[in-house]
């Protein structure tokens, strides 16, 4: 039984840092969004910076996108593992198959 539990602990360990990496990537998304001045203040004082640099504010959406589907990919597999509920567990298999 103590290899399951150890199994138990690391799904739930891997889940839990796939969960705060989209966190993360979710919060960048929106900073980028939302106060897109600050990012192009602080691009500007770098020196030589090509000037396609600027499209960097169109990535929130796609690092919005990625990270809510991170989140919801670590939300269920921590709770499927803790709970083990299998529903959960096989919704992130077939979101991790499917890509």
Known sequence: MGCFGFLKAMMFAFNGIIF???VAILGVGIWVKVDS????GF???IEDVPPELSQVLNVGYLLIAIGGLLVIIGFLGCCGAIRESRCMLLLVSLFLLSF
């Open 43 to 45: 691009l500007g004082k």
């Open 37 to 40: 001045g600050s990012i192009l």
């Open 20 to 22: 705060l990496a989209g």
